[in-house]
């Protein structure tokens, strides 16, 4: 009956459809082509090996970020495997005539935080990287999705992808939320209901006025943590809050175009009637300040709970590794590294709410509080608006754009046995370094973490 009712997901992945495959996988051009140092190379060099060119290079947007250190960029990078790949990247994109915003670039960044701000992520799109985070740029109402090293090159070479369509989830979230609580803390409160696979096999739209009343920074938190869920991807419909971040940015449309652009991006949104292979209802009043506990994002409570009791092997074995135990309150675990930053959380906003909590207060003796923002424009924004003179202040080490203590490929390790607070994406077991112990948080409860020296279920910001 509902044939013709199509969901946004279904929308832009059918705009996208070159070619189907009878009884089988459908062809999918893509729109932008996300690199980074990291997954890039093998595919470089498989391309190279095959005599193919690169089919499209100026639909690909390249940087540095995984490997990069946070201190001393102009400096050469001392870790050899880091600088291998780094000088790779460089050579390959000058090989080719792809853009790269290297280190020492005005615009270098993480991939998920630089091409958003930049314009090049639009609502309608889709958008690949290899890297499972690329979910982030769903906010916009793209189809937005990770890729391994073989697709990347499959992309390089054409363009497509062969793919099996998935099936399609909605979650919708409506009501007020509590005092304090995050972008963060809402997705972090999803996941732990409904666990890391909850979302395997499908697209997730995010809908309800929760999500609508987000700024697109918040958006991109939530769509970013998608992955975390099982989900292929994560989507919210583009309004006049994604418009107007979009609008006058450095890669995005204007005059007619961008009016045109407009016209068609209003038409990106669910219709009435249209169904969904599943659909999960929460309330926002449910919903309170999170953090985890465990080895994976779906361990995770409010700050009011205690430890909960493993239901399994698998959670005793985290709790373990964790150093945590049932019933065990969370005040009472000691923090000493805090990190904000990621590209879950690096954005001018984020730092804008932990600074306004920082003002005028100190970090516990205890506790390396690192301030890592997520591109070179965010370091620009932070300094603009003198939120750096507050985290001075208050004993927080300000650090250079790249992927830094998210996890353990650079120089930003935590040591083994240490609590981080992270508002990264990520909690598995040396996640951050070789036993590291990470809990995931939202920039204010971190930033309190670090004034504090524990997880403090503070009620009140004021």
Not at 344 to 367: C, H, L
Not at 427 to 455: M, V, W, Y
Request: hydrophobic share 35%.
């Amino acid at each position: 009956m509902n044939n013709s009712k199509k969901t946004l997901f279904d929308k832009v992945w059918d705009a996208h459809v070159v070619e189907t495959i009878p009884d089988g996988p459908q062809i999918i051009y893509i729109d932008k082509h996300l690199i980074h140092e990291v997954t890039s190379p093998q595919a470089f060099a498989e391309l190279e090996s095959r005599n193919l060119e690169i089919f499209r290079p100026e639909q690909i947007v390249a940087t540095a970020d995984h490997n990069v250190p946070t201190l001393h960029q102009e400096q050469p990078i001392k870790d050899a495997l880091s600088r291998n790949q780094v000088e790779q990247l460089t050579e390959n994109c000058k090989k080719n005539n792809i853009e790269l915003f290297g280190l020492g670039h005005q615009y270098q960044g993480i991939v998920h935080i630089i091409a958003p701000e930049l314009g090049v992520t639009q609502p309608g799109m889709s958008i690949v990287c290899g890297d499972s985070h690329t979910s982030t740029h769903g906010a916009f109402g793209s189809i937005a999705f990770g890729i391994g090293t073989s697709q990347v090159a499959q992309v390089f070479a054409s363009q497509c992808l062969l793919l099996n369509k998935p099936k399609s989830m909605r979650i919708t979230v409506n009501g007020k939320l509590n005092e304090n609580v995050q972008p963060k803390d809402v997705i972090l409160y999803i996941i732990s209901k409904i666990g890391t696979d909850g979302g395997t096999g499908y697209f997730c739209e995010y809908a309800g006025n929760v999500f609508e009343e987000m700024s697109m920074e918040g958006r991109m938190t939530v769509c970013n943590m998608s992955i975390e869920m099982g989900a292929r991807g994560g989507m919210i419909a583009p309004d006049e809050t994604t418009f107007e971040y979009v609008q006058g940015r450095k890669f995005a449309p204007e005059g007619e175009e961008w009016e045109e652009k407009v016209e068609y991006w209003k038409t990106l949104k669910t219709d009435e009637g249209a169904s969904f292979d599943k659909e999960l209802n929460f309330d926002a009043s449910d919903i309170y300040p999170m953090i985890t506990y465990g080895t994976n994002p779906g361990m995770g409570i409010s700050i009011r709970e205690v430890i909960p009791v493993p239901q399994n092997e698998s959670e005793e074995k985290a709790l373990k590794y964790m150093g945590l135990e049932a019933g065990q309150t969370v005040n009472s675990i000691k923090v000493n590294y805090v990190f904000i930053g990621s590209c879950t959380n690096a954005r001018i906003e984020d730092f804008r709410s932990a600074a306004q909590y920082i003002k005028g207060k100190s970090k516990s003796e205890a506790v390396k509080a690192l301030i890592v923002p997520g591109s070179q424009q965010v370091v620009k924004q932070i300094y603009e608006e003198g939120l750096d003179k507050i985290f001075n202040e208050a004993g927080f080490q300000i650090r250079q754009p790249g992927c830094s203590a998210c996890l353990a490929m650079n120089d930003d390790k935590i040591p083994e046995g240490e609590y981080c607070v992270s508002t990264s994406n990520r909690n598995f077991e040396g996640r951050q370094g070789q036993g590291s112990r990470t809990i995931l948080a939202s920039p204010l409860t971190a930033a309190k973490a670090a004034i504090e020296g524990k997880i403090s279920a503070l009620e009140s910001v004021n």
